[in-house]
């Protein structure tokens, strides 16, 4: 029922020379793959080439953050109805890095997310814990927060394509993967918290994905869990090679 995800992050990496030949590799590695949807989140300078690049074909693309408001004074920022407007069809929203280094709160990622359903942008909305929290008990409180506050005042009649990524802050670019235990006790937190917010059929049809260090050597694995609805990839999707492994990992 609910069709596996692989997204790849890419950081702040690839101009756009590299993001098109990444492509030129990486589309026939992928063609006919319809196991798993895949969408590529490149920088917002690559963005415009690769929506181009990919028409036509099985692979998505999406923006790695935005802003709420459709204009306005706000330097440096882009809006949902910009991307909207270059056929982006995807927003990861509240990276642990754009909640680290950008300061984006809990109360933004609300407004984006509120956003990105008014403008039939599909959301990855990511939470996890910080390393100090998971050591002091604290996960399931943080976890339930951030969807609390993701959610606030969100009508379940536009939140179908909610997708939610639950990202260890431990665990991405450390080379630490949580367990699939741990992995699957935070999903179960998640999908609960998601039903109470807005619904148990709802919960029951949102996509929960892991991220955090998944390799082609971890991925068959990782995906085998029940609640494991898909991969957010930093690193191992930055080689066309590295991600169609991740992407072809094999069936439990
Ligand atoms: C990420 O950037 O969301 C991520 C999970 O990174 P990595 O796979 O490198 O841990």
Known sequence: ????????????????????????????????????????????????????????????????????????????????????????????????????YAHETDDMVNWKLKAAFGHDLTPIVCVGETLDKRQTGLTEAVLRWQIACALNGVEREVASSLIIAYEPVWAIGTGSTATPSQVQEAHRIIRREVAERIGQELADSTRIIYG????????????????IDGALVGGGSLDPETFSRIIKYPKA
Request: aromatic share 6%.
């Open 212 to 227: 955090g260090s998944v390799k082609p050597e971890n991925a068959g694995t990782i995906m085998s869990q029940p609640d």
């Open 1 to 100: 029922m609910r069709k596996p995800l692989i997204a790849g992050n890419w950081k702040m990496y690839k101009t756009p020379r590299e993001s098109l030949a990444f492509l030129e590799a990486f589309l026939p590695m992928v063609e006919g793959h319809e196991r798993d949807e895949i969408v590529l989140f490149p920088t917002m300078s690559s963005l415009g080439y690769v929506l181009d690049r990919i028409q036509g074909t099985n692979v998505r693309a999406g923006a790695q953050t935005m802003h709420w408001m459709n204009e306005g004074p706000y330097t440096g920022q882009t809006s949902p109805t910009m991307l909207a407007s270059i056929r982006c069809t995807h927003v990861m929203l509240g990276h642990s890095e754009r909640r680290i």
